[in-house]
């Protein structure tokens, strides 16, 4: 029998987080502790920019954009948000998503796998994905189950099951 894989990869949505952004946008444009305060939201290239009059303000944009970003299944982990810094009259907040698993973090999780996981399962790191192989799809699952049940500090997807 032929072995069975999946790959692990990190990767968000760009259309589900336009989705959020557009959601933040309205809801900041409608709610009254938003007025006259000048918040946004909007992509400033690949980046997402926040701004507001007050530090409060700006951290209650991006309180409410990572609501909406749990709310459409993306993961925080995915989100990389700056401090906010005065600028002029303004606060903002730039945030950048995280895409693509590091080499370090490829070599953490296949380390996982191979000091916790079914003996028989191989991970291999191709470019910034992970392919994990097994000739038992019931020892894959374990391995998802595992990975699942780990703190990582980045955001984990499981695509490509056969």
């Given at each position: 029998?032929?072995?069975?894989?999946?790959d692990?990869?990190?990767?968000?949505e760009?259309?589900?987080v336009?989705n959020?952004?557009n959601?933040?946008?309205?809801?900041i444009?409608q709610r009254y502790?938003?007025k006259n305060?000048?918040a946004s939201?909007?992509w400033?290239g690949e980046?997402?920019?926040?701004?507001?009059?007050?530090?409060?303000?700006v951290?209650?944009i991006?309180?409410v954009f990572?609501s909406?970003?749990i709310k459409?299944g993306?993961s925080l982990?995915a989100?990389d948000a700056?401090?906010p810094q005065?600028s002029g009259?303004?606060?903002?907040?730039?945030?950048s998503?995280e895409?693509g698993?590091s080499?370090e973090?490829?070599?953490k999780?296949a380390?996982i796998?191979?000091?916790?996981?079914?003996k028989?399962?191989?991970?291999?790191?191709?470019?910034?994905?992970?392919r994990?192989?097994?000739?038992?799809?019931?020892?894959?699952?374990?391995?998802?189950?595992?990975l699942?049940?780990?703190?990582l500090?980045?955001a984990?997807?499981?695509?490509?099951?056969r």
């Amino acid at each position: 029998m032929a072995d069975s894989s999946f790959d692990i990869v990190s990767k968000v949505e760009r259309q589900e987080v336009d989705n959020a952004l557009n959601q933040t946008a309205k809801e900041i444009s409608q709610r009254y502790d938003f007025k006259n305060v000048g918040a946004s939201i909007a992509w400033s290239g690949e980046k997402i920019e926040m701004r507001a009059n007050s530090e409060e303000r700006v951290k209650a944009i991006l309180d409410v954009f990572q609501s909406k970003l749990i709310k459409r299944g993306i993961s925080l982990k995915a989100l990389d948000a700056s401090e906010p810094q005065l600028s002029g009259k303004e606060y903002r907040i730039s945030a950048s998503l995280e895409e693509g698993i590091s080499q370090e973090n490829a070599k953490k999780v296949a380390k996982i796998i191979r000091d916790e996981g079914p003996k028989g399962v191989k991970a291999q790191v191709q470019g910034d994905e992970l392919r994990v192989s097994s000739k038992s799809r019931d020892d894959l699952q374990a391995v998802i189950a595992l990975l699942k049940g780990k703190e990582l500090d980045f955001a984990l997807q499981f695509v490509n099951y056969r």
